[in-house]
Nanobody, 123 residues
Framework: QVQLVESGGGLVQPGGSLRLSCAAS????????MGWYRQTPGKQQRELVA????????KYADSVKGRFTISRDNDRNTVYLQMNSLKPEDTAVYYC????????????????WGQGTQVTVSS
């Protein structure tokens, strides 16, 4: 089973930076679009932050354009989110996501989520 393992969350001051990493575990045969979503306490729905296709076509939420950068290393099946100029409203649990992945010798899996990592922006 494909799993997404995240790291890089933490506490940072406004204006600071963090880099989130998310690696798909195991021996991956293929993995499609990867991205990041976030969820604020009190909200039921996760919002899209950024996505990157396997061809590295990217998409960003308007609220993070110019501040966040998504990138991926297909050889390592890893996606990153570089977050600069962080604001208190960026505080949320950030979730890694892929729409489709396949481990070697296994069938396709769909809509896979990481465990989430807390990002807190506060002085």
């Amino acid at each position: 089973q494909v799993q997404l393992v995240e790291s890089g969350g933490g506490l940072v001051q406004p204006g600071g930076s963090l880099r989130l990493s998310c690696a798909a575990s195991g021996s991956i045969f293929s993995i499609s679009t990867m991205g990041w979503y976030r969820q604020t306490p009190g909200k039921q729905q996760r919002e899209l932050v950024a996505t990157s296709t396997s061809a590295r076509t990217t998409k960003y939420a308007d609220s993070v354009k110019g501040r966040f950068t998504i990138s991926r290393d297909n050889d390592r099946n890893t996606v990153y989110l570089q977050m600069n100029s962080l604001k208190p409203e960026d505080t949320a649990v950030y979730y890694c996501y892929t729409d489709r992945a396949r481990a070697n010798g296994a069938r396709d899996e769909y809509d896979i989520w990481g465990q989430g990592t807390q990002v807190t922006v506060s002085s």
